[in-house]
């Protein structure tokens, strides 16, 4: 009797603090009514189960209600939502947290940021993660901060790296069993790109897996020199896994200097690669690279988005990735194996893959003193912006910048903490850069169907069981398509740039689908 | 030979220009152009080489130049001359810069860029700022060019022959159809103006298209774009009216890039009115 009573009190109290217990989080797609990861599951679909708001209705849908934040910067959060509450991010590094019946504020975290954190592409935050009683958040001055999901007291704060060398961190952790995985980002600055692991209670680092092999690690003889010091080859998005193969899938970054492969001779590994990692050791497990010896800058910090399907007549694990460098691929998730990539859109780097899913370099696309034209500019075709993926329709949606640029070779030399680049951009002014909202075929790439934007997007994907995919402009429009035609079913005029991710979830028996644009986070519902 | 689409890069080229090759390469670089006009096929192409001015095509950074000449050369030049002398962008050789009245304000623009006025921002971290504002700050030193027209007769030439008030505006006077002239002069090196003059064409505002389009019943409206997103277009009519329109609404759209609804003053105007028009243009340094 007493044995029982502890243990009813132990689960009570388990009930009450670990409001996010890991199980919850593997098992997200059982409670489609809360966003519980960055991706919406570990397979990173950002596909919703919910389907009140549809086809049918979706012309109804209205603001329910709003939150401004006070930043300048871009608005590039991804909310997480359980149990009544909605956290979000707001530049450069703060997490509020919002009553999900009122959207007031239950509470704020705000960072002091020291003057002069060098951040390539803006002081911005993407999202937190949530495990047990505790939310995460990674900071741009490089800091792991475990916050009370009740108060948002600091539990505890850890220095990653040194923000002075300019590592920054802007990605959501993704947190899995009692770790909390963290990617960092700063190849622009010739930073040696890392990948961690954190225990939740304490912050101790567990182990880290350096994307730019050492001297005697296998992988260090593809970079010519000392170069492999400045290698980059950073993990600055959040990453997907797979538990029953204990397997943590990240995207790597551009080696450094960007666009100058003159002082870097090799294919630079873990460059512009994915990596699959022992979740428990941070032992690699495979790679498969995109992009070696990149002078594009071709980032490989996609979402790897997780598939088991039928596979030319055997069940496989299998791993979609659309890249950056406008190939989209198929790998065997299991061994790394290369099955398929095909071209998504226009591209002048690459004359073909190869049938080891190696690419033949245009060199008439590296800059060049004269200047060379580039299809994808260096933002890429994808790039953070997250894609989604469908069961019910089976397609693959990825938003695509349809962007080229003109590269010019410049001098370059590494100095700690400042920009290390190697050419300027200059933009096409003849022709008009324009985006597309795809929807590719899982299993070939092939085009099913295309909705055109008319600037080149920041906004990732949300795709519903409702038979609706959200996605946003640059222009400030949030639109719902319908799944399996891509005809405009709903839009409404923002007032600013989506520059976020979408995501739905279900309040008291009604479901909401929200968005940052602007400075404001919009939640709407069928009014 | 490789014939490529570079018009990118190539400021002192004609708009309707689509193949260019550059020859040589970073100081006084030259790139021979053939022009294309738009109806043409690629096989009726003329041939009339054009060059580029030596701060439009090529962006050095050489070694033995100091931090801030060498950021300078990279970022800057491109728009504002090698040593400041202006050319799309205004001249730097300024004592006193007119949106960086202090070093402070000037890292704060070279960080930020002008996006009103079309100048990008840079990724630069302080210590560079420092350095590449420094650098800028003595290319005020240089003493402007004196210009060979008279300011006074081109303010008439502007209000008269040249009916340039018909489409633009000057301290709040003048038509909504073309850009806002207030202050060009601050903006616009001389020479640039003068071409813009020649060539309508040779640049344009950063954004701009020209407009045509065709209602449900049957009425064609043209006009210089406003604003455009997936759904939705504005643009103004030569007359001045602003059009807003869904794009799901209409018969037709079309847009260009490389037409400017501006004519030509090369016929118009003789060589001393032309520098008469440019020296005004050049003086209007500030809204009056």
């Known amino acids: 009797m007493k044995l029982f009573a502890l243990l009813l009190a132990l689960l009570v109290a388990s009930v009450a603090q670990a409001q996010v217990p890991y199980e919850r ?15 919406g599951n570990y397979s990173s679909h950002r596909y919703s189960q919910l389907k009140q708001i549809d086809r049918t209705n979706v012309s109804r849908l209205k603001v329910a209600w709003m939150y401004q934040i006070r930043g300048r910067q871009h608005f590039e959060t991804t909310p997480l939502v359980f149990d009544g509450v909605m956290y979000i991010t707001d530049p450069p590094s703060d997490v509020t947290a919002l009553d999900l019946r009122t959207g007031r504020p239950l509470w704020h975290y ?64 993704l947190a899995i069993k009692d770790k909390i995985i963290v990617g960092i980002a700063g190849a622009e600055y010739g930073v040696r790109g890392f990948l961690d692991a954190y225990d939740t209670k304490t912050g101790r680092r567990l182990w880290r897996f350096w994307t ?58 873990y460059s512009d690669c994915v990596i699959a990692l022992d979740a428990d050791t941070g032992r690699l497990k495979w790679h498969f690279q995109f992009t070696p010896h990149d002078v594009n800058d071709m980032d490989s910090n996609q979402i790897p988005v997780l598939l088991d399907a039928n596979w030319k007549g055997t069940p496989r694990k299998l791993m979609l990735f659309a890249n950056r460098n406008a190939f989209y691929y198929i790998l065997d998730r299991v061994t790394g194996e290369f099955l398929h990539a095909s071209q998504f859109t226009r591209q002048n780097w690459a004359k073909g893959i190869d049938a080891r899913g190696r690419p033949i370099p245009n060199p008439e696309s590296a800059p060049s003193e004269k200047g060379a034209l580039a299809y994808p500019d260096d933002d890429g075709t994808a ?67 295309k909705f055109d934007m008319q600037s080149p997007p920041w906004c990732g994907l949300l795709s519903t069981a409702g038979d609706l995919v959200f996605s946003g402009t640059m222009e400030g429009d949030f639109f719902a398509l319908d799944t399996t035609s891509g005809k405009l079913l709903w839009r409404f005029q923002t007032g600013g740039e989506v520059w976020s991710n979408p995501i739905t979830y279900q309040f008291e028996g009604r479901q909401y689908v929200s968005i940052a644009a602007g400075s404001s986070l919009i939640v709407f519902s069928i009014g | 030979m490789k014939w490529v689409n570079f018009r990118a890069s190539m400021d002192g080229c004609r708009k309707d220009t689509v193949f260019c090759r550059i020859v040589g390469t970073v100081q006084g670089a030259v790139a021979t152009c053939r022009p294309v006009k738009r109806s043409l096929s690629e096989r009726q192409v003329a041939t009339a080489p054009c060059t ?46 007119i949106h960086a009245p202090d070093d402070e304000a000037l890292k704060v623009v070279i960080r930020g860029g002008i996006p009103s006025g079309g100048m990008p921002g840079t990724r630069l971290v302080d210590a560079e700022l420092r350095e590449l504002a420094e650098h800028v700050r003595k290319l005020g030193r240089v003493q402007p060019a004196v210009l060979a027209g008279d300011p006074k007769h081109g303010a ?97 759209y079309q847009k260009d890039l490389a037409k400017s609804p501006m004519p030509s003053y090369r016929e118009k105007l003789t060589p001393g009115e032309l520098d008469d028009l440019v020296a005004y243009l050049a003086s209007l340094q500030e809204a009056k």
């Open chain 2, 156 to 252: 008439e030439i502007y209000r008269t022959k040249g009916d340039c008030a018909a489409c633009h505006t000057l301290s709040g006077n003048g038509g909504a159809f073309g850009p806002d002239l207030t202050g060009v002069g601050a903006s616009r090196s001389p020479q640039h103006l003068r071409e813009s003059l020649l060539d309508p064409a040779a640049d344009f505002p950063r954004g701009f298209a020209f407009i045509r389009a065709v209602s449900r019943d049957g009425r064609t409206l043209t006009g210089v774009r406003v604003n455009e997103d997936t759904f939705s277009i504005q643009f103004r009519a030569a007359a001045g009216k602003l059009h807003s329109l869904w794009k799901a609404e209409l018969r037709e």
């Open chain 1, 383 to 449: 790039n953070w912006f997250s894609p989604s993926y469908s069961p019910r329709t089976n397609l693959f949606y990825q938003n695509v910048r349809e962007k080229g640029g003109v590269f010019f070779k410049v001098s370059v030399e590494f100095q700690p903490g400042r920009l290390y680049l190697g050419a300027v951009k200059r933009d096409i002014t003849t022709e008009e850069p324009f985006g597309t909202l795809r929807a590719l075929r899982p299993l070939t790439g092939e085009l099913a169907w």
């Open chain 2, 52 to 97: 580029v001015p030596a701060y439009a095509a090529g962006a050095q950074s050489p070694v033995d130049k100091p931090l801030g000449e060498r950021l300078y050369l990279t970022h800057c030049a491109f728009c504002h001359g090698q040593i400041g002398e202006g050319g799309r962008g205004p001249t730097l050789a300024r004592p006193k810069l």
């Open chain 1, 25 to 39: 989080i593997r098992q997200a797609d059982r409670e489609p009514e809360n966003w519980l990861t960055y991706s």
């Open chain 1, 110 to 173: 705000r960072r002091s940021i020291p003057q002069g954190v060098p951040a390539c592409c803006g002081q911005v935050n993407r999202g937190v993660a949530a495990l047990g009683d505790q939310i995460f958040v990674n900071t741009i001055d490089a800091h792991l901060v475990a916050l009370d999901a009740r108060t948002g007291r600091v539990r505890w704060d850890v220095e990653v790296a040194d923000w002075k060398l300019a590592y920054t961190m802007t990605a959501a952790p």
């Open chain 1, 212 to 269: 730019v092999p050492g001297p005697g690690e296998p992988g260090n003889e593809t970079w010519s020199g000392d170069s492999w010091k400045q290698g980059g080859a950073t993990t600055w998005v959040t990453g997907s896994y797979d538990p029953e193969l204990n397997l943590l899938y990240w995207g790597t970054g551009n080696p450094g200097p960007d666009y100058d492969g003159s002082v870097r001779l090799g294919d630079n590994l």
